[in-house]
């Protein structure tokens, strides 16, 4: 699963500087997207902008679910997991 691909990523993206820094440039690109899976997919980790896309919105759409109906509004920023690897990784890497 890309969760998994993505918390390996982190992990060695915190080990290694050559590899953060090389994640963190992907975000220069026009197609940051794209660049970052490109880079992933170079570098040995499955991970494609379809499946990124995709666990954002499964994990938001399970929030929404669990709570009966109660939570009717996704909270913003929920569903881009792409932005939240990033986060991770800037901020708590």
């Known amino acids: 699963?890309?969760?998994r691909e993505l918390d390996r990523l982190l992990a060695d993206a915190r080990r290694?500087?050559?590899l953060k820094n090389e994640l963190i440039k992907t975000r220069e690109s026009g197609d940051p997207v794209g660049e970052f899976c490109a880079l992933c997919e170079k570098k040995g980790y499955k991970i494609t902008a379809g499946e990124l896309f995709a666990v954002g919105q499964d994990?938001?759409?399970a929030k929404l679910r669990s709570v009966n109906g109660g939570g009717v509004d996704p909270i913003d920023g929920w569903?881009?997991?792409y932005e939240q690897f990033f986060t991770e990784l800037i901020w708590c890497g």
Do not use: Y
């Open 1 to 3: 699963m890309v969760e």
């Open 79 to 81: 569903d881009d997991t």
């Open 59 to 61: 994990q938001t759409d």
């Open 16 to 18: 290694d500087k050559e």
